[in-house]
């Protein structure tokens, strides 16, 4: 099912639903469309297009900051879904301190990287290795969140959103 990003009135992103739902919510004038999708969605007597970004028409109070759970989808949405060793397509996550040496699973000692690296490394450190990483492993930044929401890739019509507001 595809997802769409849902921003507050104040075009702070607020939450990750599904397609249907956006549409339902644009539907019963709760919410107007952003940016849509390639796509028609048809009923029996309508076609829809298929919303990709939608702003909510009323402000929704948010009394709180997320936190961001540790979990390989995010972990994988962090890094692009790319080896932070060779810059090959990610499979699994790497602890870059082994907890078998002491090393934390948090986020800025796990990276996403591929089989053949994680191999490789096993449980030694990257000098006895000799690997590099391509990005310092760091906590999501503001809306790290949508991560965990939207899958292993963030659509690419949503970075417009998240990146006004996460400097």
Same mark, same amino acid.
């Given at each position: ?78 890094? &692009? %879904? ?5 810059? @090959?397509? #990610? ?6 301190? /082994? *907890?078998?040496? $002491? ?18 490394? &096993? %449980? ?5 290795? @000799?690997? #590099? ?6 906590? /999501? *930044?503001?809306? $790290? ?23």
């Amino acid at each position: 099912m595809t997802k769409a990003l849902v921003l507050n009135a104040t075009h702070e992103p607020l939450s990750v639903v599904s397609s249907r739902r956006a549409l339902v919510l644009v539907w019963r004038k709760r919410a107007t469309v952003m940016e849509v999708r390639e796509e028609l969605w048809h009923s029996a007597e309508r076609s829809f297009v298929v919303p990709s970004v939608v702003r909510l028409n009323y402000y929704v109070k948010v009394p709180y900051h997320r936190t961001v759970p540790l979990t390989r989808r995010a972990v994988f949405g962090r890094d &692009g %879904n790319l080896c932070q060793y060779c810059g @090959g397509d #990610a499979e699994s996550l790497d602890h870059v301190v /082994p *907890r078998s040496r $002491g090393g934390a699973h948090s986020w800025d000692n796990v990276v996403a990287c591929c089989r053949r690296c994680n191999i490789k490394k &096993g %449980n030694r450190l990257l000098n006895e290795v @000799g690997f #590099a990483l391509l990005r310092s492993p760091r906590f /999501p *930044r503001r809306f $790290g969140w949508v991560y965990t929401s939207s899958g292993y890739r963030v659509d690419p019509s949503w970075k417009p959103y998240l990146l006004a507001d996460s400097a």
